[in-house]
């Protein structure tokens, strides 16, 4: 097979957008976009200079090393793939803790560089976690020893929230007008909850600078969606076979979307030709998405890790699972959205599982599976309050809460223990620590915990009895066992 190969534009040297969250992602979505963006028209305003904040330092200076080029791999699938180099960004730092425990080695160049008049716009791909809010609240959480610390020292911040607060400070003080930020991360309404946790943070330092920022910043949301799994050895091995030997380079499939709110006020690239999408209101994309593409891949993630199922691949390989996924996507999902008259969603949902069974992307299921405690208010629980308000069952959600619920004890059904990697996995040991022998009981603790589970489904008993009885099927009778009895439901 030999790739289209797409050579990166010639450095430029202008930075105009600074991002927060220099992970693979932001390469294979977010920095396309803005290289398809400089190469059609050769506008030199809108480089990036990209930085980690916490792990990461290797990429940081693994692209500073490559003159900040890299590749990205797009695969339509085994047969097809389209070779891009990529050279939008600039300049690449690190804010994190370094091998030696030291922090934040370019805080002041990052902070300088955000400050900036040239910086328009700052992206931000930090992981839902990485806001530090409140999952079922949205409020933000100052309890948090890393909030506490730049609650506690504004002027050297570790958090985005507080590298966000700390450079429009610097903005306001210097009678500069704000930047636009754009969050790219997997929430709801991600631009409002950016707001939320940077003025909320800022009111803890400084009433009227919160109050500048709540009135003069610009938060647009946006909905992105391009499945880009973290690296295997397999893929670099993968692509060294076709003379690529690039330690930066990422893989994703083909699909990309970009759905974004426009409210730039001092300006953003003209990328409309280069595919985003620029929208008065992106809620109803992005809850689509969440909740229908995100949602069945979190259902994907929990059973088949239990059953032993390493990647997307695989799980929807198994007709099963498969059945479940678009049901799910079609009985529970979609009729708790608001689309657009004319919106396919059963072609969505078809469309879905087709990139699913891309079998050119190892995409692992552990992957998805982590920071459950994060992303399962805007995947399924959310959509499931209004699910049952309108008096319908929910039983591929409360198989799904029964899944993640085992899950969560790091060990699946053969006995295999993996890592939990959530904020939360030391609550999760400690409930199933506490009720591990009495199903009952440990389905009410998970379904108590009222920062991550809303209210409503927390006192829905007939939602409750459902896990119950899904996690009792689940833990008795496999995956099969679970399958065929929902199958009857
Ligand atoms: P990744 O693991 O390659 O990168 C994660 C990035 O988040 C890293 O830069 C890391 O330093 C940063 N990070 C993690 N915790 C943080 C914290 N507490 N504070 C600040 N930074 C933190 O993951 P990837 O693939 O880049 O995904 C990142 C986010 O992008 C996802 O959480 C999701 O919100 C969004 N996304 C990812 C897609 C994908 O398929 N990978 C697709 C659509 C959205
Ligand atoms: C995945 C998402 O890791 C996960 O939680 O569900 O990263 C998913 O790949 C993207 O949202 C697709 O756009």
Not at 42 to 54: E, F, K, P, Q
Not at 380 to 409: F, K, N, Q
Not at 472 to 482: E, K, N, P, V
Request: hydrophobic share 40%; with cysteine; glycine share 8%.
């Amino acid at each position: 097979m030999r790739p289209e190969h797409i050579e990166a534009s010639p450095k430029l040297g202008h930075i105009g957008i600074v991002h927060l969250g220099l992970g693979a992602f932001h390469r294979a979505h977010q920095a396309v976009y803005l290289e398809r963006y400089r190469q059609r028209s050769g506008d030199a305003d809108w480089g990036v200079c990209s930085a980690n904040l916490r792990a990461g330092v290797g990429l940081v200076d693994g692209l500073n090393s490559a003159g900040y080029r890299y590749h990205v791999a797009e695969y339509a699938d085994s047969d097809t793939l389209k070779l891009r180099e990529i050279g939008v960004i600039e300049e690449a730092l690190f804010t994190g803790r370094d091998t030696a425990g030291h922090w934040s080695r370019d805080r002041e160049a990052l902070l300088a560089r955000m400050a900036s008049a040239e910086t328009r716009i700052v992206t931000l791909t930090v992981t839902e976690k990485g806001y530090f809010l409140n999952p079922a609240t949205g409020d933000l959480r100052d309890d948090d020893p890393m909030i506490a610390g730049d609650i506690a020292s504004p002027e050297q911040p570790r958090t985005a929230p507080g590298l966000l607060v700390e450079a429009l400070a610097r903005r306001r003080a210097a009678e500069e007008a704000p930047f636009t930020v754009l969050s790219c991360d997997n929430m709801p309404d991600n631009g409002q909850r950016t707001r939320r946790a940077v003025v909320e943070l800022a009111k803890r330092r400084d009433p009227a600078l919160a109050g500048w920022i709540a009135n003069e910043v610009a938060f647009p949301s946006s909905m992105v969606d391009r499945i880009v799994p973290a690296m295997t050895e397999a893929d670099f091995e993968r692509l060294a076979a076709l003379g690529v030997n690039d330690p930066n380079a990422v893989v994703c499939e083909a699909f990309t979307q970009w759905v974004v709110e426009d409210h730039f006020p001092l300006g953003r690239p003209g990328w409309e030709a280069d595919g985003v999408e620029m929208v008065a209101d992106v809620a109803p994309f992005e809850t689509m998405k969440l909740r229908m593409l995100n949602g069945s891949h979190s259902l994907l993630a929990y059973l088949g890790s239990l059953a032993g199922i390493e990647t997307v691949f695989e799980g929807v390989g198994h007709p099963e699972l498969r059945a479940l996924l678009r049901r799910y996507m079609l009985e529970e999902a979609a009729p708790t959205l608001q689309m657009p008259e004319g919106t396919n969603l059963e072609a969505y949902a078809d469309s879905l599982l087709a990139r699913f069974a891309n079998d050119s992307l190892r995409h692992r299921l552990q992957q998805i599976a982590m920071d459950g405690s994060q992303k399962l208010p805007q995947r399924w629980l959310l959509g499931t309050v209004e699910h049952r308000r309108s008096g319908h069952d929910s039983p591929c959600v409360a198989l799904g809460m029964a899944a993640w619920i085992r899950y969560t004890d790091g060990e699946d059904l053969q006995g295999q223990r993996y890592i939990v990697d959530d904020p939360m996995a030391r609550r999760f040991a400690a409930l199933h620590q506490a009720h591990g022998g009495d199903p009952s009981a440990l389905v009410a603790a998970f379904l108590a915990m009222d920062d991550v589970v809303p209210g409503a489904l927390a006192t829905d008993e007939d939602f409750a009895q459902n896990v119950l009885k899904a996690y009792r099927t689940l833990t008795q009778g496999g995956l099969d066992g679970a399958l065929a009895a929902i199958a009857c439901s």
